[in-house]
Structure formats: structure tokens, C-alpha cells
């Protein structure tokens, strides 16, 4: 007789989640200026500041808070090199994450989570197909990962509007963020 305490035994324990920092995981998301005013903007870079990754066996899982998001951290900025080269003052953060959390509804949709459905190919370079979850709205993306041992490198480019959210403008659009964002990621397997 099978008993609800063998089924409890014989269950696969919960994904490991680590605290992204300490075990080397990113994730950024770099937004563009657009409008015919763009020149008075400046591009930004979001980190993911309370990554968390699970590791189950169809691959990673990766969620975080736009709440927790880092704007513009002044490390990042220059790393990425001159389209980033501006630098932006704490006013200029604050109101950034107002805009955001606003035009994401964070209140309502405080998290994005990102589910890995399957991984194909061989070699050090791979096809993966994940789920993605936004702004209450689900999409599934395809994209090229590079492996290297227990790392995972990769970037991949999502249309906020494909989301329901429509980006940020002022000024009839004069100066506007560009619908695409570039996320890129940088995961260790522990």
C-alpha cells in the first residue's frame, strides 16, 4: 500500500536558489533612448538586483523584483562603454524608477520570471527556448546561449509592447524609450 508519506519521500526536493551575488549570477537589462529628441536622453542599464536561480532539470528558472531593480549603477555604465558614457545623478535614478515601476504596474506585477522549456543543440553554443513572464503576460522566446563548463552566457531582445507595456514617451514622443530591450545574462550552475 502506497501511503501519502512514501509519495512525500519519494518527491524531488525544491529547485536550489541561491543568492544571485554570491553564487556570480546576472542579469541586466539595457533600455535605449528614441524620439527625435534622443540626444537629450540617455540609455539606461537595470541589474537585476535580488536575482534568484533555480536549477531544475529542463534548466535554469530566474526571477526577480522590479522593485529591486538597480538603476543605472555607475559601474556598469562604464563597462558598456560610450553609448552608456553619461553619467546619471540620483534625481535622475529616482525619477527613472518612478517612470518604470509605473509603466510596468510593478504593484500589480511585481515580479518577472523566466522558465527554461528546453535547451537543443551540442557543443558550446546552444538553442534554448524559454517562457517568460512580464507584466502578467507569458511569451516564450528563443535564443543562443554560449556554455562554457557550469556557465551560461546570453543575451536576447524583448519588445515591451509583445508584454502589453508601452514604453515610456514625453513630449509627444519627441524623446521616448525604444520598444526593444536588450537582456543580457551571465548564470553559474552551482
Known amino acids: 500500500m502506497v501511503t501519502l508519506a512514501t509519495l ?11 543568492p544571485a551575488a554570491a553564487a556570480g549570477n546576472e542579469l541586466r537589462i539595457l533600455v535605449f533612448r528614441g524620439g527625435t529628441a534622443a540626444r537629450l536622453g540617455h540609455n539606461h542599464v537595470l541589474r537585476a538586483g535580488d536575482l534568484r536561480v533555480g536549477w531544475p532539470a529542463a534548466g535554469p528558472v530566474l526571477s526577480f523584483r522590479l522593485d529591486a531593480l538597480d538603476i543605472d549603477p555607475q559601474g556598469l555604465r562604464d563597462q558598456l562603454g560610450p553609448a552608456f558614457a553619461s553619467a546619471v545623478d540620483a534625481e535622475a535614478r529616482a525619477g527613472t524608477r518612478a517612470n518604470l515601476l509605473k509603466a510596468l504596474e510593478a504593484a500589480v506585477h511585481p515580479e ?17 527556448e ?3 513572464t512580464l507584466h502578467g503576460v507569458t511569451r516564450r522566446h528563443w535564443f543562443v546561449v554560449e556554455l562554457a563548463a557550469k556557465r551560461a552566457r546570453g543575451e536576447v531582445v524583448i519588445p515591451q509592447s509583445e508584454f502589453g ?22 548564470l553559474i550552475e552551482p
Open 8 to 18: 512525500a519521500g519519494c518527491a524531488s526536493p525544491p529547485p536550489a536558489r541561491m
Open 165 to 186: 507595456i508601452q514604453p515610456f514617451t514625453v513630449l509627444g514622443g519627441l524623446l521616448a524609450v525604444q520598444d526593444a530591450l536588450v537582456v543580457q545574462f551571465d
Open 130 to 132: 524559454a517562457e517568460i
Open 112 to 128: 518577472v520570471v523566466v522558465r527554461t522549456l528546453q535547451l537543443l543543440g551540442e557543443g558550446d553554443r546552444r538553442a534554448v
